[in-house]
């Protein structure tokens, strides 16, 4: 069985693959009681400012991904390593594209790529991405 509610990832390989935390946080706010995934790579000062808006931050090892995961029904987040395994896994992804192609990068599965303008997601804007929300 499937877990509930929506897990929010905003970390990358690299800052040219990662939307804007602040904008994460703002999409956060209107989605109810999101949770934030981080990694080892994403600055120590995400978690205050995650936990300051309010937010649960999740960091798991690389052997508790997984079962982190599955504790989910949505996905948000950029094209990374938990995006692929969300989408694996089953859960309703949106992921975020900003410099690589989602025609040959999206993984399969229950997934909605949303490409940024020009390739830069400095230039996808929030409300383009909650019109984009599979959460059905």
């Known amino acids: 069985r499937r877990g509930r509610g929506v897990l929010i990832a905003p970390g990358a390989g690299s800052l040219r693959k990662t939307w804007p935390l602040e904008r994460f946080l703002s999409l956060a706010n209107r989605l109810s009681n999101p949770s934030f995934l981080l990694g080892p790579a994403e600055t120590q000062d995400w978690d205050g400012l995650i936990a300051k808006a ?4 999740l ?16 996905f948000i987040g950029n094209d990374s390593g938990p995006a692929h395994l969300a989408a694996q896994e089953g859960l309703e992804c949106l992921i975020l594209y900003g410099p690589t192609d989602p ?12 490409k940024a303008p020009g390739g830069d997601l400095a230039d996808l804007d929030v409300q383009s991405v909650l019109a984009a929300l599979p959460l059905s």
């Open 54 to 57: 309010g937010f649960k931050v």
């Open 59 to 74: 960091r798991p090892d690389i052997s508790d991904l997984r079962r982190i995961v599955l504790a989910f029904s949505h």
């Open 103 to 114: 025609a040959l990068w999206a993984p399969p599965g229950k997934v909605k790529a949303l």
